[in-house]
Each structure stands twice: as C-alpha cells, then as structure tokens.
C-alpha cells in the first residue's frame, strides 16, 4: 500500500489510486501539528481533519466507482482508500460552496475516459468559489483543458449551464465524455508565437456595466501587444 502525507495533492494521490489499482493511506490531511504552510492548506490554518469539499469528492468517487472503499482514521486527519472499478454514469452531483464546481470537474477529466460507459454528470453549486485563486474557472476548462484532452482522442464537453459565485452558489456546469479503450499519442513540437488572445470578463449578480469596462480594460491593454483581441462579456 502507498503512503502520503498532506492534503495539496489530495485529488490526485485518489485519482492515480483508482487508475493505477493501488490501495493509498493519506496521513497528516490538515492536520494542525503537522502543517505545511507553503502547500495549500496554508489557506486553512485552523482547520483539522479532513475539508467539506474533501468529503464530497470522496462522494464523488463512490458514485462514479465501483466497490471503492475508504475508512476515515486518527480524527478524520488519515485516510485509507482502496480503489474499485470506474464506472461513469449520468447522474446530478452537488458541490459545496467552499470550492468551485470545478475542484471535482478536474479530477472527473482524468477518470471518466477510462470509465466503462459514457459519462454525463451535471456539477450544482458555485462556478467560482470562496477560495478564487485555488480553482480553474468553467471558461478555463472549457476552452483550453478540453481541448487539450481532445489531442489525446478523448471526446468531452463542458457546458456552462448557469454561473453562480460562493457563498449563495447555484451554478451549473454540465460535463459529458465519452469512454475510450486507448489514447492516442500527442507530440508539442514547437510552442510557437501568440498570435490573438480571446478572452470573457464575467459578473454575477451585479451591475450589467461592470463586465464591459473589465473587458474594455483589458483589451486597452492587449492591443498594446498585438492586434487581435477579442473579450466577451456575459452575466
């Protein structure tokens, strides 16, 4: 069984779990004695034990898996978890407020090709979390990790159901990838100059002005460095 201590690289020592088959033991999740502060939980410093979003995920994985087991330990600071079978699904998945919709969508990205049927899962909650620097927007996802994936012969979409920002959440962001039996091989062989940029200035539940000066802002500044330059705006 592997072992790992801290909680920053949480999601993707379950993750490697599951698709590697190997059972993981997770020690020293937030725990106050043993805190990291230049990891992620220096973001939390009072808190202990295992996080709300840390729970849900784990939910999460037990809904998109078969026979995974998991035994919190040590006053929810340790984990044992021992991976099933990836099954995917369709089905409707609740995300708490504390992190974005998308703290889970990623994850969901690296399992659900080489889950046994087709997957289409709709995330609810905030589409931009408490916590906005730690979590890729939908936007992101959608434009630039999707089609990342798509080089590699896996077939998804992100849709941007509704926006909802934390605490009141009430987004929406709805994830669809189709299984794969293998990947194909992908090669960078240059990176290339930037020739345009694309971006969106967003808002919720504010002035409608507010995102066209954000975008008029931005482009005032990037058309200093090339000309093509195009943000859009939505509420």
């Not at 840390?54 to 340790?78: A, D, I, P, Y």
């Amino acid at each position: 069984m592997l072992h790992f201590e801290g909680s920053s690289l949480f999601r993707h020592h379950l993750v490697c779990s599951i698709l590697s088959k190997k059972p993981v033991t997770l020690t020293h999740l937030h725990d106050a004695a043993a805190m990291d502060y230049d990891s992620i939980d220096a973001h939390h410093p009072a808190a202990s034990g295992i996080q709300d979003y840390e729970v849900n995920f784990l939910k999460f994985l037990t809904r998109v898996t078969s026979g995974s087991r998991m035994q919190l330990q040590q006053n929810n600071t340790s984990l044992v978890f021992e991976p099933g079978m990836i099954l995917g699904g369709s089905f409707v998945h609740e995300v708490p407020t504390s992190r974005s919709v998308t703290y889970v969508i990623e994850a969901a990205l690296l399992l659900l090709p080489f889950a046994k049927y087709d997957s289409k899962i709709t995330f609810v909650g905030a589409t931009q979390g408490r916590e906005g620097d730690l979590d890729l927007s939908p936007d992101t996802l959608r434009t630039v990790t999707a089609r990342w994936m798509q080089l590699f012969g896996v077939q998804c979409g992100i849709r941007l159901v509704r926006r909802g920002a934390a605490p009141g959440g009430g987004g929406a962001v709805e994830l669809t990838v189709r299984a794969v039996r293998r990947l194909t091989s992908a090669v960078a062989k240059e990176r290339g100059r930037v020739r345009r940029v694309r971006g969106i200035a967003y808002a919720c539940r504010t002035a409608g002005d507010l995102p066209q000066r954000a975008a008029t802002a931005a482009k005032g500044v990037l058309l200093q460095l090339l000309p093509d330059v195009y943000v859009v705006t939505d509420m």
